[in-house]
């Protein structure tokens, strides 16, 4: 159960809209091969609501409706969570590709797909997609985090996950919602001991507690990016 749930965690995530079985079939085949996990919309009104519930680093889009697609492709840049998503459009003629840039694509492919561009596409791709998976990757932690608070004497709590923006802690102590506080850490396998200034955004009643990053040192973020790069690539599957 563990392995899987952190299979799920780590794994790629694509919204593929389209209604062309063809199309759906072909681009399916080749991510799974790439252990990249695929969802499908026929429509763009629940491509949209997707956006909006779940987390993809992968949008690829059936320009079979030329105008629509473009405005639907613009809508990512429009959101937090998706401004970093990778956008790939599929044409029905390379006429279509000037527009399909300035809307926002960052890779093009022209029907009908040709097996050996897709891949090479795929896979130039599929780099950019795990750099945006890692921003708000959130790797399973167990360390000692000690607390420091205005409001209270120093206390240790312990780490669940952490992240780029933010981290989750196991505490005895209760925080509240708002409240700021520093943290200091150790990453596993480092020799940087992680100073960084958060905020409470969320607690439950079994002791959890949500911290969103306030402040974090250039020479801290870099070190953290940086475990955070392995510990993911050591899980993701290689595109070769």
Known sequence: MEKIALAKATTVRVLLVSSDIEIIDTLCHFMEQMAIHVEVCSDFNSAARKLCHAKFEGLLVDFKNPADALVFIKKPREMTSHKGVVVLAILNSSNEMPAAFRAGASFALVKPLIPTI???????SYP???RERRRYYRCP???GVNISSSSRPDFVATAVNISEGGMAIASSVPLQV???IGLQL???????ATRINGEVCWNDKAGRIGLQFVHVPQTTLE?????????????????E
Request: charged residues 25%; proline residues 5%.
């Open 141 to 143: 932690l167990q360390v």
């Open 128 to 130: 950019l997609m795990v």
């Open 178 to 180: 708002g409240e700021r």
């Open 223 to 239: 070190a953290l990016q940086s475990w955070l790069a392995v510990q993911l690539e050591e899980c993701l599957p290689s595109c």
């Open 186 to 192: 150790r990453l596993p396998d480092t020799d940087c």
């Open 118 to 124: 897709l891949r090479r596409t795929l896979r130039a």
